[in-house]
């Protein structure tokens, strides 16, 4: 919540933010909430964090006990890095570390507020966010592990940056709630308890829901999602969220593997667990259509998301199958491990009939795409006009989507023999650009259109780091509720 310039007596810590200066670490802003940090307070603040070292760098904690003059215990100050780079971005990242590191706190309160509200209570949000439902009480987080109870921001008046404040937390209700769906393990997260929790959140939001199982699905055609789909016990499903705000419409697709084993064509053994986020696109884009409604986007955002699980079994596809996409495409299935194209196609046609203005699809899709561009930096491809419109907002919001390029000599490599394509190239190079060149070929005609590869920016294997935690991150939420907002706008 925010509120104007009074800490109460229920205040544990004080979260202030520091800039680095040619005289020392100074707070930020300088000018706002006289009425907490007067210029005496200010004063002693400075001279104590000199004392300890600190020196404001970029997300650096400093934790000092209160000085006289604040009905505080203590304060945490946290770099905000140089004031002449300072942006929303860093002030997120900032925010994100203070949250995490407010563990076993119960009421604290912030200037960061001062600086950038939405930033900042995103940052506190996510940074702060943590996922134990299948902790027993052997390992359950101690007291003093708990995330902080409540975070409060410090505003000029009452009533300010109320719009911002409820953009922010929605927002980031939503990444969380994609980083809840990555994070639950395959075992209790499978294509019909995905379909269904979708579809319960969607219905609360008062949404409209098609699910197809796998009966339907087979009576309907969609021979990539049954293809992946037919080699586990667990049938597959498809899921239709509609969110109708206006004419114009955009189709949001999410890659849903619940969990991938490779099937017949198996990946090593070493850190196949993380395979658990393979349905991070569907995650994200799932989070994303409920976000568009609750903020009443004037736009109509259906979300259309393929879920399956890619085992190996007696009914597995095999390498050298043919299925049939949705729509009537003939694929041979040179590589079981390919699978999200596979799904992702269907989806895509099936979108397509709805006659999208706008038609993104998300998906971890490839190992190639962690190979050129690291874990941090989705990759986006598509018509170029959006592509380069979608890379742009990404990087504004701090998700950092690169726009890569879709080369005309790749597509004939994903020939077939026998079928109308192969779902790989019979060589490793460009690896991700493929993947997208094959789902090109089930964009409809004349809509524009961004695939977007989040393979390594889904899912940290890491340490944490701003306000991301190991696990499930929620990427891209953010960006494709900003796209969104775009399209709105227009």
Known sequence: M??????????????????????????APDDAFDDVLSAEVRAALAE???????????EELTRIPAPAGLDVTSVLAVGLGSADKLDAEQIRKSAGVAGRALAGVGT????????????????????????????SGKSAPKPDEQPVRRVEFLVPEPGFGEEALFRAQSTAEAVATARDFVNTPPSHLYPAEFAARAQQLAEAAGLEVEVLDEKALEAQGFGGILGVGKGSSRPPRLIRITHRGGAKKVALIGKGITFDTGGISIKPAANMENMTSDMGGAAAVIATVLLAARLSLPITVTATVPMAENMPSATAQRPGDVLTQYGGTTVEVINTDAEGRL??????????????????????????????LGTRTPGVMGTDEFRDRVARVSQEVGE??????????????LNSKIADLANVTPHRNGGMLAAGL?????????????????????????????????????????????????????
């Open 2 to 27: 925010a509120r104007t310039v009074d800490i109460g007596a229920d205040t544990d810590v004080l979260v202030i933010g520091l800039v680095t200066t040619d005289d020392g670490p100074a707070v």
């Open 343 to 372: 799904i992702l196609a269907d989806a895509m046609v099936r979108a397509g009939e709805d006659e999208p203005d706008y038609l993104i699809d998300v998906a971890t899709l490839t190992g190639a795409q962690l190979v050129a």
């Open 400 to 413: 950092n989507g690169w726009a890569m390029p879709l080369p005309a000599e790749l597509r004939a490599d």
């Open 108 to 135: 604290a309160v912030t200037t960061l507020s001062g600086l950038d509200l939405g930033a900042a209570a995103e940052g506190f949000y996510l940074g702060a966010y943590t996922f134990t439902p299948f902790r």
């Open 438 to 490: 094959y789902l090109k070929e089930f964009v409809p005609e004349g809509v524009q259109w961004a695939h977007l590869d989040v393979a390594g920016p889904a899912y940290n294997t890491g340490g944490p780091f701003g306000y991301i935690g190991k696990g499930g991150t929620g990427v891209p939420v953010r960006t494709l509720i900003a796209v969104l907002d775009d399209i709105a706008a227009e």
């Open 48 to 58: 104590q964090l000199r004392a300890v070292g600190a020196k404001g760098k970029a």
